[in-house]
């Protein structure tokens, strides 16, 4: 079964401090991986694919096939970050199919 | 602007009582897709829609209906509402293909939060 899970629902960490959100996933093909993020009173937005390898506000993620992880990392985070972040996975069905399995998300605090 | 909007953002309802909301996307893409957010369990596909005339089920598509007769437009149908469709709803739209040929972006309306009661 398709799944991706993020066993963290609320990750708190101090202005400065390194980040790191896990997100892990079950899917036997090759998947593109996604972060979404939605800050307060926004509406959810891309903020990296794995594919295109970008690094975005800082945050980079690196697809680990062997662990089948995709972890969100920033190495000094800023009060900015706090929002809510959902890693997703497309399954690749040889054409793109659009389709977003989302993860439950984790509520990233950054503390002053 | 480029956009995806959503009406109504806020909705209370009865049970039984039919209900649509729309969702329109300006972007010119061809791809559209609902889905609903829950507390705990993030967020689920109802249906989405490759193009025009064309929709499909989506992972929790039961209680749901959808149309797709114009591009830029694409309703979701609640015909008889219960309370465990209370939800928080999003309408999400993108290209079929990105430029490197992987799954684009996909732009995300403002949310719809619906009470059944």
């Known amino acids: 079964a398709q799944r991706v899970t993020q066993p963290e629902k609320l990750l708190s960490v101090f202005k400065g401090a390194p980040v790191e959100l896990k997100c892990n996933y079950s899917y036997s093909g090759s998947p593109e991986l996604f972060w979404y993020v939605q800050y307060s009173r926004q509406r959810l937005q891309l903020l990296l694919r794995h594919i295109s390898r970008e690094s975005i506000k800082g945050f980079t993620a690196d697809l680990n096939k062997g662990e089948t992880s995709f972890h969100l990392k920033k190495p000094f985070a800023q009060e900015e970050d706090s929002a809510m972040y959902y890693c997703?996975?497309?399954?690749?069905?040889?054409?793109?199919?659009?389709?977003?399995?989302f993860g439950t998300g984790t509520l990233l605090a950054v503390q002053p | 602007e480029a956009q995806v909007t959503q009406n109504p953002r806020y909705l209370i309802t009865v049970t039984g009582k039919k209900l649509t909301v729309t969702c329109s996307q300006n972007m010119n893409h061809e791809y559209m897709s609902w889905y609903r957010q829950d507390p705990g369990l993030g967020l689920r596909q109802i249906y989405y829609s490759m193009n025009v005339e064309v929709t499909d089920k989506g992972d929790v598509p039961e209680g749901y209906k959808v149309s797709r007769k114009e591009k830029r437009n694409f309703p979701l149908i609640l015909e008889s509402p219960s309370p465990n469709q209370t939800s928080l709803y999003f309408c999400?739209?993108?290209?079929?293909?990105?430029?490197?040929?992987?799954?684009?972006?996909?732009?995300f309306g403002p949310g719809t939060r619906l009470t059944v009661l």
């Open positions: 997703a996975l497309s399954p690749l069905y040889g054409g793109a199919t659009n389709k977003l399995i």
């Open positions: 999400a739209s993108s290209p079929l293909l990105a430029g490197d040929g992987g799954t684009d972006t996909q732009y």
